[in-house]
């Protein structure tokens, strides 16, 4: 079974809905991020939790909110989605207790807004 | 603040071919570098990493030194197989409790029998 699994792997939704991208990891670790992924982009960073009462902004977080409900869990949510929010999103983990910070990414969601 | 720039794709090579990926970095301090790869379908995962200066990163035949004078960390490998198609991603990681990944932009290879 895969250490970091992301629910749905896709999803096409309308303008103006709310969206729900969830993240569940049996790694054990307590740091966890959200990144997105646009062509010629790279990843960048929407938000990112070193525990379950830590939430901390990334490089572009508008428009975006996050939960974490347990150290294994990590929510996205978009609250009234936009067409330029299309993109595939990747969440990620890391051990704080890694000498680097390297972080183990789920297969990502492809998120369609029309 | 820190960046990563990358070598500009896509890049198209024959089986056995000499791969060279560029990977420049603007950071303060020492950060530590990694190469990622993504192969289609799949999220990202560590290919090598180099956490000071003159380290080199090696896995699956791919190489990478880190060199601080030129503020560089080009990926190598020597001869490239089908199997090494996947987009190459470049990022670095200053220490600290932050502790975040800058990623490049990323460089697709598409290796043809």
């Known amino acids: 079974d895969a250490d970091v699994t992301q629910t749905p792997r896709n999803r096409i939704t309308k303008t103006g809905k709310r969206i729900m991208l969830e993240c569940s990891q049996t790694k054990g670790h307590d740091r966890m991020y959200w990144y997105r992924q646009d062509p010629g982009l790279g990843l960048r960073l929407i938000y990112y939790s070193f525990d379950v009462k830590d939430i901390n902004k990334g490089e572009i977080s508008d428009g975006y909110s996050v939960s974490r409900q347990a150290q294994a869990k990590f929510s996205l949510s978009l609250e009234s989605a936009i067409p330029n929010q299309t993109a595939l999103y990747f969440c990620?983990?890391?051990?704080?207790?890694?000498?680097?910070?390297?972080?183990?990414f789920g297969p990502g969601t492809r998120l369609t807004v029309l | 603040g820190n960046s990563v720039t990358q070598m500009e794709g896509p890049v198209t090579l024959s089986e056995e071919a000499f791969l060279t990926i560029n990977c420049t970095y603007t950071?303060?301090?020492?950060?530590?570098l990694f190469w990622y790869v993504q192969y289609p379908g799949e999220g990202l995962q560590l290919l090598l990493k180099?956490?000071?200066?003159?380290d080199k990163g090696s896995n699956k035949g791919f190489e990478a030194t880190y060199r601080k004078e030129t503020t560089s960390f080009h990926l190598e490998k020597g001869s490239v197989q089908v199997s090494d198609s996947a987009v190459y991603f470049c990022a670095l990681t200053r220490g600290g409790s932050a502790r975040q990944l800058t990623f490049g932009s990323g460089t697709q290879l598409t290796v043809l029998p």
């Open positions: 990620a983990t890391s051990d704080q207790e890694a000498s680097y910070n390297e972080q183990f």
């Open positions: 950071a303060t301090g020492y950060p530590s």
């Open positions: 180099a956490t000071k200066a003159d």
